[in-house]
Every structure is written in structure tokens, then in C-alpha cells.
């Protein structure tokens, strides 16, 4: 048996000095918060996210359910133009030009946006600000075992220590601060407008635009706070300190004595109540990281002799931690998760199989049954849309917030890889918890994807093909949307989750779909120019930069009658020899890894997860960097975690351990295999 705990401890996050582009987070899914150095949220500035319509911070406080709205009454009908189809006319969601929105296209592509709920940082009695040179000594610890943060260092000379923890079942955080200069300090809590900014959760410069209210209390005081339609509750227990308003919406807790606790509890409706302890929120987290830790999927890496395998084993340690405090909530996550505001908080459906496919491949299904259900939610809007394109079933949308409204966009309405998600995430549960729990839960799901997956292939003389228009998963055809069809990626999936769901039929009891069969066993072939494949069929078949989507054909999407190995051996080995890897993405590498493994290349798939490239950067604390802009991306650690459950465990029908060369030792456990 693996040793669990020393596996996870030889990967705890040290920090000695402040690194701006990473931060450390406590989190339960639902509700995370990413502190500096000092242990709470002191120094913004120093950990910035490139936003060019305001600066933003990696230091938030957020949650699943912190979302908000400026005032507007614009539709989607006021973005709407109608394609020339294969089916006929059909209206598209669209935006003409994304650099000069029109008001109704900024405002359904910025609202709903994700709210920072509260800034909780140290600052010096009395109020003012704090500098970075104040701080010295700093020895910070994230202790992953246990999910608390403990961090000393010197404030000023005078010797501070502090400790931050997570719930992990409530939305409550806990600090404990102790120091001889105690009296010198007063933490701050502050409450921001919501931001419309790309990257940006936290409008500073409209104070007139929302109210927060103090309520003191014996054991400490509450804040009600309501932006527009948005309302919640901060509830503040003190052991050892007392609060004063210190501005609209700004709060100062001082201290007496040398050690002070609080414990701050966010309640999105009603108030507060059930109050806990600071010793009851770590004893909680110890239980709770202690239980994760000692199940589930585990993957040893100690014993093998390839240099690399130390920050492979420490990738995949960071990457599970990061994916169950980010990707883990009630709601798909954005691809900054609970840290930054990428695209606004908003999440892209056709990434949420990257965040939380990994979960039930290592024996955690529930983490993705909590976002997995949220599709029955937007079920009725998803069926308008398809109603509206003439098909039944449902048609899933891409960027979208909770309310699952699709956003004006050159390219998210036009993507279609994200309708088969469903239906692959569905059967990876099934094959985690049992069949019968899972149709009883997700059999509506597959069904109404799977419907209108197969009215929307058309056709030809090649075979049934997807499109025009469309925009391929690699995404640089977006502006031959009109005219790009049958992409090789989406072809071979297509025909795949058909068949899942054929097979999702028999076990609901139904009869078999003779349409759904039709289409599975006649989806075009992808084309093949010079020995490989193109990424779609239409001009101008293959641009070298983005996803080389092409090879996910065969490696994401298991096995099909319509991919030739070969040619996608040869495909592989011709991106792997020319291709802009600048324009990539953090989930491309573990993607190409899993065709390298699907095609018996283990040297390939070990080169892909590793390859020294910037978007392929995983950060101290474990973070998948791609840029300023985009300081943190999870797909890129949900893929890794998938591909190494592929390469370790392998698939149906498939080798044992078939992503690992020979000179790689890979003890593992509770990993299911692959499709």
C-alpha cells in the first residue's frame, strides 16, 4: 500500500518570500479564499491579475453562489443572426465585432459576473495601509494533509503567527492571529461593489452603489450587505477583539492581549446562524483532508528513475488539492476557479469535462455529481435553444453564468464539443458509483443530449457531418464560422457518445433509437491530407496555432471505427514537430499525452505532460500559469489528472500502466479506468 500521508507531505507548499504569482488558498468548492504572506489578504497589490479594464488581485474571497448583476433589460434576441444551414436558416446568438460591443452585447457578456465577497487583510491600528517592507522572516505552510495554513514572520520587527482554515462543509473561514504587538494591528474588512472588468471581481470606486449594514452582537457583529439584486450575509464571531466602522463599507477589528480569533461565516440568503468555533473549523478541515488524503485515487511516482518524476508526482499531489477547493462546487467552475475572474466568473461548459472529469477516474465522483446535476437546471433553456435551431433535445450553451444564459460571442454559440460533455461525464459516474443509481440521476441528461446531437448531424455524401456553421474546439477558425464543417475532433466524438448513449438506452429499459444508430455508424470519416489529419473539413483545414485538436480524436475520445491509428500516429508525430506551442493551452498537454498513450507511444505521453513550454508552467503552488492576464488555469490541472488516470490505469480493453516508459516505477490505487 501506498503511503498516503507521506506521499501528500512531501508536497506541503513552503513559502519564504512573497511570490506575486502565487498566492495560497483554503477552500471546500463552495467558498475559497487566497491569502499572501501574512496569512490573510494584507497586500492585494503585490499578486496581480493583468486586466486591462482595471486591476484585479489573485487575493479574493469567493464563492459558488456570489454572483451579481448591474441593473439592465437586454435580451438575446437583440444579438441574434440568422446562418444558412444544411437544415435551412437558423438563428445563431453572434456578436459582429467583439472589440466594439454594442450595449446590449457588453451587458449579457458581462452580467451575471462573479462577486469578490470580502477583503480580509492586516492593516495598522487605526487604519492605515501597510507596506510590503513592513513584513520580514515570513515562513509560510500549506499544509495539505490537514488543508490549514500556518504561516510566522515579523512585522515590524515583532514576531506575528497566524493561522487560516476553511470549512469544509460550511461557508465560514477561521483565522487565528498571535503576536506580541497584537495591539499595533487591526484587521480589515472590506466590501467591494461588483465588477463588469474581464478579470476583475471587485469594484472599489462605487461606494454610492451598494449598502452594508453593522449589527453588532454579543460575540461579535454581522454585516448585511445587498448590491442590486444580490444579497448576503457576513457573520463575524470575535474571541479577544472588538469592531468600528471605519467607513461605508469598510470595518476595523483591534485586539487586546497577544492572541485573537475569528471566524467569518458567508450566508448568501437569510441570517446568519449556527455559529462555530476557530478550534471547530481546523478540527473539521483536519477531518476532512485526512479522509481525502486516505481515499480515492492515489499515484506514487517515488520509485522511478526518470529525473522528472518528482515534479510530475508534485503536479499531480497540488493538482488534486486545487481541482476539489476550485472545481468542486454546485455550479461548473470558471477556468481561474475561486481565484481570479477569467471571462468574468463565468464558466465555459466546454471545459467543465477538464476540471472535473479527473473525479470519479480517481475515486471522488461525488465532487463531480455537485456540478453535474446543475445541467437538470438549465434544462429548459437549453431545450429553447435547440427548439430554436430546429432539433429536440437540448443544446448546451458555452459561457455562461449560473442562469445558464449562452453569452453574444463569434465563437462560444458556434462551438458544439461541449454537447457531447455530458453524456461522457455521465457514464464516467456510472462507472464509479453503478449503473442503477446513475441512469435513475443522469438518464434524462444523456437522453436530451444525445437527441439533439443527433438531429444536428447532417447528411452527405461523405457520411453524417457536423456544420456550417461552427467553430471547431480549436478555436482559429471562428472567423469562417459561416463556412467551417466537419471537424475531425468533434466527428469522432460525436459518433462515440451516440453509442454511449445507445447503450444508456438499454440499461433506462427503452428501445434502441434507430436515428441515434444511424448517425453513430454513419458520422464522415475526418479528412486526411498528406498522410494526416486535417483539423476539419473546409478551407483552410489546418491553422498550426491553438488546440491541435486533430489528436483528440483518438486519446480523449476512445476508440472509434472512424480513426485510423496510423494516421493518427503519424498526425501526432507531425504536431509534435511543428507547431506554435505559445498559442496553446495548459489542457493541450495532458490531451496529447492521452493520444500518445491510446497509440502505445509512452515516451511521447510522458514528453507531452513535461514539455517545457510557458503554458505548460505549473507554479509552487501547483497553479497551470498560461499568462498575466490569465494567472491560473484548471483545466490544465483537472487534464493532467485525467491523463495520468489514463496512463496509470488505463482503459477497457487496453495495457496495464500504458503511459509510462520502463524507466518509470508507478504504484497507484483507487484509479478506474478509462472508456
Request: aromatic share 10%.
Amino acid at each position: 500500500m501506498i503511503d498516503r500521508r507521506a506521499l501528500v507531505g512531501r508536497h506541503a507548499v513552503e513559502v519564504t518570500s512573497v511570490l506575486p504569482e502565487s498566492p495560497l488558498s483554503v477552500g471546500n468548492g463552495e467558498l475559497c479564499y487566497t491569502a499572501d504572506v501574512t496569512g490573510l489578504q494584507t497586500f492585494p497589490g503585490l499578486h496581480p491579475v493583468d486586466d486591462p479594464e482595471g486591476p484585479g488581485t489573485l487575493l479574493a474571497t469567493m464563492a459558488s453562489w456570489g454572483w451579481h448583476s448591474v441593473p439592465g433589460s437586454y435580451d438575446l434576441a437583440a444579438t441574434t443572426r440568422t446562418y444558412r444551414t444544411p437544415r435551412g436558416p437558423v438563428p445563431y446568438v453572434d456578436m459582429a465585432d467583439i472589440t466594439r460591443p454594442s450595449p446590449a452585447e457588453a451587458w449579457l457578456r458581462a452580467n451575471p459576473h462573479r462577486l469578490d465577497l470580502a477583503r480580509i487583510g492586516l492593516v495598522a491600528a487605526g487604519g492605515r495601509a501597510l507596506e510590503p517592507e513592513d513584513v520580514s522572516g515570513a515562513r509560510q505552510r500549506l499544509d495539505l494533509w490537514t488543508g490549514v495554513l500556518t504561516g510566522a514572520y515579523r512585522l515590524r520587527g515583532t514576531p506575528f503567527q497566524v493561522v487560516t482554515a476553511c470549512h469544509p462543509e460550511r461557508d465560514v473561514l477561521a483565522f487565528r492571529i498571535e503576536s506580541p504587538g497584537l495591539d499595533g494591528v487591526a484587521v480589515r474588512l472590506a466590501f467591494p461593489y461588483g465588477s463588469q472588468a474581464w478579470g476583475n471581481a471587485a469594484d472599489w470606486s462605487r461606494p454610492r452603489a451598494h449598502s452594508s449594514v453593522l449589527r453588532p452582537s454579543a460575540d461579535g457583529f454581522t454585516v448585511a450587505r445587498r448590491l442590486d439584486g444580490t444579497a448576503y450575509e457576513v457573520a463575524v464571531t470575535l474571541t479577544g477583539g472588538r469592531v468600528a466602522q471605519a467607513g461605508p463599507h469598510e470595518y476595523l477589528v483591534t485586539f487586546d492581549g497577544t492572541a485573537a480569533e475569528l471566524v467569518v461565516a458567508f450566508h448568501p440568503s437569510g441570517p446568519a446562524s449556527g455559529k462555530t468555533s476557530f478550534g471547530e473549523v481546523v478540527a473539521a478541515s483536519e477531518r476532512h483532508w485526512e479522509r481525502f488524503w486516505s481515499t480515492g485515487g492515489a499515484v506514487d511516482l517515488s520509485g522511478s528513475h526518470d529525473e522528472r518524476a518528482p515534479e510530475l508526482e508534485r503536479r499531480v499531489v497540488l493538482s488534486q488539492y486545487l481541482t476539489a477547493i476550485h472545481c468542486a462546487g454546485s455550479t461548473p467552475p470558471a477556468e481561474t476557479g475561486l481565484m481570479a475572474n477569467s471571462w468574468r466568473g463565468r464558466f465555459h461548459l466546454e471545459m467543465h469535462w477538464w476540471h472535473a472529469a479527473h473525479f470519479p477516474l480517481w475515486g471522488r465522483p461525488e465532487l463531480l455529481e455537485r456540478s453535474l446535476g446543475w445541467y437538470a437546471a438549465i434544462l429548459p433553456r437549453a431545450r429553447g435553444t435547440a427548439r430554436a435551431q430546429g432539433c429536440p433535445g437540448a443544446r448546451w450553451p458555452k459561457q455562461v453564468g449560473p442562469d445558464g444564459r449562452e453569452s453574444p460571442s463569434p465563437i462560444g454559440p458556434f462551438l458544439v464539443w461541449q454537447q457531447p460533455h455530458p453524456i461522457y461525464l455521465a457514464e464516467l459516474v456510472r462507472r464509479a458509483i453503478g449503473t442503477r443509481r446513475a441512469v435513475a440521476l443522469y438518464g434524462d441528461l444523456v437522453l436530451e443530449t444525445a437527441a439533439f446531437m443527433a438531429a444536428f448531424a447532417v447528411k452527405g455524401p461523405g457520411g453524417y457531418g457536423l456544420g456550417p456553421p461552427l467553430v471547431p474546439a480549436q478555436e482559429s477558425y471562428a472567423d469562417v464560422r459561416a463556412d467551417a464543417a466537419d471537424p475531425a475532433f468533434e466527428l469522432a466524438y460525436w459518433a462515440w457518445a451516440l453509442e454511449t448513449a445507445q447503450r444508456w438506452r438499454r440499461l433506462l429499459g427503452l428501445a434502441p433509437e434507430p436515428s441515434w444508430a444511424e448517425v453513430a455508424a454513419g458520422m464522415a470519416a475526418p479528412l486526411v491530407r498528406d498522410g494526416v489529419y486535417a483539423a476539419m473539413d473546409a478551407p483552410p483545414y489546418t491553422v498550426r496555432d491553438d488546440h491541435p485538436s486533430m489528436l483528440y480524436a483518438l486519446g480523449f475520445v476512445p476508440p472509434t471505427r472512424i480513426v485510423d491509428p496510423g494516421v493518427m500516429r503519424a498526425t501526432l508525430r507531425d504536431v509534435l514537430g511543428d507547431w506554435n506551442w505559445q498559442s496553446t493551452w495548459g489542457w493541450d498537454y495532458p490531451a496529447i499525452a492521452m493520444t500518445a498513450a491510446r497509440l502505445g507511444e509512452p515516451g511521447l505521453a510522458v514528453d507531452a505532460l513535461l514539455m517545457p513550454v510557458a503554458k505548460n508552467t505549473y507554479l509552487p503552488n501547483g497553479h497551470n500559469r498560461q499568462s498575466p492576464g490569465l494567472p491560473v488555469y484548471l483545466p490544465g490541472n483537472g487534464g493532467l489528472l485525467a491523463a495520468v488516470a489514463l496512463m496509470a490505469r488505463g482503459w477497457d480493453g487496453g495495457p496495464p500502466a500504458p503511459g509510462f516508459p520502463d524507466s518509470w516505477t508507478v504504484r497507484h490505487e483507487g484509479l478506474h479506468r478509462l472508456p
